[in-house]
């Protein structure tokens, strides 16, 4: 149990589009999901908190205008990156909780040319 | 703030050799501590937790105990395979926040 998928697991865009990335909890219901950015050999990076239905909290120095979250139901949010750049290009992890513990996705590697 | 400090990597060791990687954590109150392992690529998976001191966690021939007067949750195992190889980070934490340390790559070989 607890298993987190996300979608897609790579996505090539161009400069100044729009990705979309999902992030589902399989077998639970998650009110609160996390996303993460993660800079090759580093560790990871909060980007942001997302409550289901409200909106979510953001850390300091990440642009809330360009990683729009949305968590709709307990077990989907999503990661927009709006008019992304070459500087966008990472990996980002997606995490729900299911009592204590943090369950991990499997990442989306975005790649912005 | 709270924080973890994890041994610089990378790790380099022999199959069957035995394992520790050091995980120091700075924290107000009683935090969980978590163990997760990252393969080539992929995302991260839970490894082991501790939720109180003293407690141990295990998974697949990993240990850490949760050491309040040392404030450490170092992660061990006995004999290492190839299989192993991957980074491992430490975190404190739980439902609401994570932090998480560095990071520290094994590399196994056989």
């Known amino acids: 149990g607890a298993v987190v998928s996300q979608h897609p697991s790579w996505v090539i865009c161009k400069s100044g589009t729009s990705v979309k990335i999902e992030c589902r909890s399989l077998d639970f219901q998650a009110t609160t999901m996390f996303w993460y950015r993660q800079f090759p050999k580093q560790s990871l990076m909060l980007m942001a908190t997302?409550?289901?239905?409200?909106?979510?909290?953001?850390e300091q120095g990440v642009e809330k205008d360009k990683f729009l979250i949305n968590h709709a139901s307990l077990t989907l949010s999503t990661l927009t990156v709006t008019s992304a750049h070459p500087e966008d290009s990472s990996f980002y992890i997606c995490s729900a909780t299911r009592e204590d513990t943090q369950y991990f996705g499997p990442g989306t590697r975005l790649t912005v040319l | 703030g709270d924080s973890v400090t994890q041994m610089e990597g990378p790790v380099t060791l022999s199959e069957e050799a035995f394992l520790t990687i050091n995980c120091t954590y700075t924290?107000?109150?009683?935090?969980?501590l978590f163990w997760y392992v990252q393969y080539p690529g992929e995302g991260l998976q839970l490894l082991l937790k501790?939720?109180?001191?003293?407690d141990k966690g295990s998974n697949k021939g990993f240990e850490a105990t949760y050491r309040k007067e040392t404030t450490s949750f170092h992660l061990e195992k006995g004999s290492v395979q190839v299989s192993d190889s991957a980074v491992y980070f430490c975190a404190l934490g739980g439902y609401n926040k994570l932090i998480f340390g560095a990071g520290t790559r094994l590399a196994v070989h056989p």
């Open positions: 501790a939720t109180k001191a003293d």
């Open positions: 924290a107000t109150g009683y935090p969980s």
């Open positions: 997302s409550n289901e239905g409200s909106k979510a909290t953001y």
